[in-house]
């Protein structure tokens, strides 16, 4: 390792930006401005990558924006678990055969989580 690997800061993946940028939004419990999103999470991300992470979480449905003067502000879209639903069906929409997708999940699952979704349908609708 070289000093100059020593001293650059380590570089993040994608998928950990977007946890970052919707952990600070559901942080905010209101709209913010990605400039607010970019001092929240510290500064060291520069003000163009705050605007990508958010238009491609837009384009995911993870977030929600608004009109506010000439610029946007951001609203997590949900709370995790419902994000974490969101990329299930994604995945799902995916796949030829849903039935198929569906019976795999299903037989992976183990007994308490085969229990919880058996309760989970056996619920009655909500109106």
């Given amino acids: 390792m070289t000093d100059d690997d ?5 570089r993040r993946g994608q998928g950990e930006l977007e946890a ?12 913010v401005t990605a400039g607010w999103v970019q ?5 060291d991300l520069a003000y163009t990558t705050v605007i990508t992470i958010l238009t491609r979480l837009l384009g995911k449905g993870a977030v929600t924006r608004e009109r506010c003067g000439r ?4 609203l ?9 639903a969101h990329r299930m069906r994604r995945v ?5 055969d849903r039935g198929a997708v ?17 309760e989970l349908l056996d619920r009655p609708e909500a109106d």
């Fill in 102 to 118: 569906l019976a795999s999940f299903v037989t992976g699952l183990g007994p308490d989580d085969e229990r919880l979704l058996r």
């Fill in 71 to 74: 610029s946007f502000a951001w």
């Fill in 92 to 96: 799902l929409d995916g796949e030829r």
């Fill in 39 to 43: 001092e929240r999470l510290g500064g």
């Fill in 6 to 10: 020593r001293q650059r800061p380590r």
């Fill in 76 to 84: 997590a879209a949900s709370d995790e678990a419902g994000l974490a």
């Fill in 20 to 31: 970052l940028v919707l952990s600070a939004l559901r942080e905010a419990g209101e709209p």
